[in-house]
C-alpha cells in the first residue's frame, strides 16, 4: 500500500535560520503530494501541493518540489520565523482513494 | 476557519460507553473525511463518505462507524470505548470525491477522552 515517511523530529531552529523537513513517499502510479501545517489547538490547513513530477509548490515561503525519481517531497523554507512553530504533515493521495499522512514533524524556532 | 465545525470540541467518557460526534462540511463539499489523531500512531484516516455513500475505508475499529445523511452532515459513532480510544478527532472535507488531488479542509478537532 501507499506509505510516507518524513523525518523524526522535533526540529529546533532559530529565527531566520535555513529549514528542509525531509519526506520520501511509496505509492503505486503518479500520486498527489501535499503539505499541512498544524499549529497548536488547531485542525490541519493545506500549505502546498504538487499534482505531478517536477511541480514546485509554494506559499508563505514554504516550497516542495514533486521528485518522482527519488520518490522525494522535501519542504523547505530559507527563513523561518518563531511564528512557523507547528507541526508538519507530508501527504499524498494516489490510486487508492486512501489519504494517507506521514506520523508529522514538530518545528520549533527560537527568537 | 476552515468552515467545517466539529461538535464537541471536548468529550470526557467512561471505558464501555458509546459516543457520537458530529461533523458540518464546508458548504457545496459532497465529501466528509474522519481520522484519529494519537501521539503513538499519528493521523489515522478512517473513513471517507461521498454524497452520503461509503467511498473509502482506513483502519477504522469494527467498534466505529459512521455515517453522512442527506444534508451531509456526517456522524462517527464510538461505542464499547477503551482507554485506547482517547484521541483527537478529526473531520474533513473536500468538494469532490475522487482519487487524485483533492484538497481536505480539516475541522478544529474533538478531543476525546476515555476514564
Known amino acids: 500500500g501507499d506509505s510516507v515517511t518524513q523525518m523524526e523530529g522535533p526540529v529546533t531552529l532559530s529565527e531566520e535560520a535555513f529549514l528542509t523537513i525531509n519526506c520520501t513517499y511509496t505509492a503505486t502510479g503518479y500520486p498527489s503530494l501535499f503539505w499541512y501545517v498544524q499549529y497548536p489547538g488547531e485542525g490541519l490547513q493545506l500549505l502546498l501541493k504538487a499534482t505531478k513530477a517536477d511541480d514546485k509548490g509554494s506559499n508563505k515561503g514554504f516550497e516542495a518540489t514533486y521528485r518522482k525519481e527519488t520518490t522525494s517531497f522535501h519542504l523547505e523554507k530559507g527563513s523561518v520565523q518563531v511564528s512557523d512553530s507547528a507541526v508538519y504533515f507530508c501527504a499524498l493521495r494516489g490510486g487508492s482513494y486512501i489519504p494517507t499522512f506521514g506520523r508529522g514533524t514538530s518545528l520549533i524556532v527560537h527568537p | 476557519d476552515s468552515g467545517v465545525t466539529q461538535t464537541p470540541k471536548h468529550l470526557i467518557t467512561a471505558t464501555g460507553q458509546r459516543v457520537t460526534l458530529r461533523c458540518s462540511p464546508r458548504s457545496g463539499d459532497l465529501s466528509v473525511y474522519w481520522y484519529q489523531q494519537s501521539l503513538d500512531q499519528g493521523l489515522q484516516f478512517l473513513i471517507q463518505y461521498y454524497n452520503g455513500e461509503e467511498r473509502a475505508k482506513g483502519n477504522i475499529l469494527e467498534r466505529f462507524s459512521a455515517q453522512q445523511f442527506p444534508d451531509l452532515h456526517s456522524e462517527l459513532n464510538l461505542s464499547s470505548l477503551e482507554l485506547g480510544d482517547s484521541a483527537l478527532y478529526f473531520c474533513?472535507?473536500?468538494?469532490?470525491?475522487?482519487?487524485?488531488?483533492?484538497?481536505?479542509?480539516f475541522g478544529p478537532g474533538t478531543r476525546l477522552t476515555v476514564l
Open positions: 474533513a472535507s473536500s468538494v469532490g470525491g475522487a482519487k487524485g488531488y483533492n484538497e481536505q479542509f
